[in-house]
């Protein structure tokens, strides 16, 4: 589904469309590719007639790691799982992987679908394997 | 395209890498005995006045050290006002692409002899506030947001070259023990002790033994970091400075009869994110800035004698030979492994150690591969000396990729 231009491609609008719970892409229709975060210019050829697209929200893990000296902030979940997530639409972005703290099984390609996590101010992007 | 006017480097100076002898100098100090020592080794002739300009990679003294404006700092502290001195932050890359800022001041006729160093100060942080500073060279915003660490992000391009090219950790160890043996070889070096001397060194006080290094590396005294980088994957907090002279080609002669010539150089950028790159498992900054540089040299891969590369991770090492053409794509594990890039391997990598043995004090890493260059292509590298080597490359990286240098020397 394309949605017409009704927010300007900013960070401030993709947090927005998060807190509605709608993970919103940009589109570019002439060269066919999907971008996250969201962005007015785009990267592959430069045009600027950029579309919003939303996401369903499911997509594949391409690459992950278990982290196990975390950041200050991460110190009380660690163990904690992030990737980098390829969802179906196309678009990558990386994100928390909330139910495979410590695993032995390869994730490379399994199936996750996106979670919408409110932490006080901050809103962001996880996501649950579901394969 | 070539630079206007030719460069060579006519001396090079460091300090050891280290995490505790520095402990009770602040980082104009290190840099000032980096300093001391490159001005030291330029053959003849040469005073301090000399210098025109300072061109200074430092990562983040603003956090490890509550102090910005580093560049007129040291210029200050070593005497040289009222030359310019010019800051370089480019993560880890910021000396690599501060040598090549250096090189085009003196290319563009505005210079003929300038002075490109880089320093670091890290141990005054603890670890997890070192990881956080490491962080912030990363897209804030949509990775360190996600929990990604920097070692999480060279370990995700891991777990995807493992999937996609079917490496394996064991290619990884490799590389490790490698350049813990080089390090061991190198004065210079963090750590100068082979992985087989720790694990002695270690298994006695707790009485433990092990079979060879690998059985120690994949024991809980290895821990893992992130998954699947274990500590001895990863490079070591550093404290260090290294400065290199570069002089105009012709007046180089003054200064030396054995001067180095900077022959081609290359960068490149990239996404920020490691998740907006189409290919998981290489850095095409790497081979931009690597393309750059050896058509500036005429020179191809096969003809490079020795290569440092910017191994902050065992994985890095590997992505590097292969971006940089000195193995196919997927290749780079099974060449570690078979001892190909070995100190006495068909194609010699981080000879010195690399970041992983020698020490990464951030912004210093991309001049101390400048003065690795310097040492070698002059037969003066000691223990670790490759035999006639003719032609250098260095390769400096910053964060995941988004930077990236090459520099090619030779005689």
């Known amino acids: 589904m394309i949605i017409m231009s009704v927010k300007p491609f900013s960070l401030k609008s993709f947090r927005e469309y998060l807190s509605e719970g709608k993970i919103m892409a940009s589109y570019c229709p002439s060269c066919k590719k999907v971008h996250l975060p969201p962005r007015p210019i785009c990267p592959n050829c430069m045009g600027k007639t950029n579309k919003w697209r939303e996401l369903k929200g499911e997509g594949i893990i391409k690459a992950y790691t278990t982290i196990h000296v975390p950041l200050t902030k991460m110190m009380s979940q660690s163990p904690y799982t992030v990737g980098v997530i390829e969802f179906d639409e196309g678009g990558r972005i990386s994100g928390l992987i909330t139910n495979a703290r410590e695993t032995d099984r390869d994730l490379i390609d399994l199936r996750v679908k996106a979670q919408i996590v409110k932490e006080g101010e901050e809103i962001k992007l996880c996501f649950k394997i579901i394969s | ?411």
């Not at chain 2, 002739?45 to 000399?50: A, I, P, S, T, V």
């Not at chain 2, 910005?68 to 040291?74: D, I, Y």
């Not at chain 2, 956080?132 to 996600?146: G, H, I, K, Q, Y």
């Open chain 2, 1 to 411: 395209m070539n630079l206007s006017r030719d460069v060579a480097l006519i001396g090079a100076g460091m300090t050891r890498f280290h995490n505790k002898i520095h402990a009770d100098k602040t980082s104009r100090e290190i840099f000032l005995e980096a300093t001391l020592e490159a001005i030291n080794s330029v053959d003849k002739n040469f005073e301090f006045k000399d210098i025109e300009a300072l061109f200074l990679g430092t990562f983040s003294g603003d956090s490890f050290e509550n102090q910005a404006h580093m560049a007129a700092l040291m210029a200050d502290w070593l005497g040289i006002n009222p030359k310019p001195a010019i800051r370089i932050e480019d993560a880890c890359a910021s000396s690599g692409v501060a040598i090549s800022m250096g090189a085009m001041a003196i290319a563009s006729g505005l210079y003929d002899i300038v002075m490109v160093g880089g320093v670091e100060k890290m141990t005054s942080l603890d670890t997890n506030k070192v990881t956080d500073t490491l962080a912030m060279a990363a897209d804030n915003l949509f990775e360190v947001s996600a929990g990604f660490t920097f070692p999480g992000l060279y370990a995700s391009i891991a777990t995807a070259h493992f999937a996609k090219h079917g490496s394996r950790w064991d290619q990884l160890a490799a590389v490790s023990i490698k350049n813990h043996y080089n390090g061991s070889l190198n004065p210079k070096a963090h750590f100068q002790t082979s992985v087989l001397d720790v694990a002695k060194k270690m298994g006695e006080s707790r009485g433990l033994t092990f079979k060879d290094e690998m059985e120690f590396l994949r024991s809980p005294l290895n821990p893992v970091v992130a998954y699947p980088l274990r500590l001895f994957d990863c490079c070591p907090i550093s404290d260090g400075a290294a400065v290199v002279i570069l002089a105009e080609a012709k007046k180089a002669k003054r200064f030396t009869d054995t001067p180095i010539f900077l022959k081609g150089l290359g960068q490149a950028s990239d996404t920020m994110c490691l998740s907006n790159r189409e290919d998981l498992t290489s850095l095409k900054g790497t081979k931009i800035a690597a393309q750059q540089a050896y058509k500036m040299a005429g020179v191809k891969p096969k003809d490079i004698d020795l290569a440092v590369v910017h191994d902050c991770f065992t994985i890095a090492e590997i992505l590097a030979t292969e971006d940089l053409g000195f193995f196919p794509k997927g290749e780079g594990g099974v060449a570690a492994e078979e001892g190909r890039t070995a100190i006495n391997g068909d194609k010699p990598v981080n000879p010195d150690g690399g970041l992983k043995a020698k020490g990464h004090p951030v912004g210093a890493t991309g001049a101390a591969m400048a003065y690795e260059m310097f040492k070698q292509l002059r037969g003066e590298a000691g223990k670790h000396q490759i035999a006639d080597a003719e032609i250098g490359l260095s390769h400096n990286v910053g964060a995941s990729g988004a930077t990236v240098t090459v520099q090619i020397y030779g005689k």
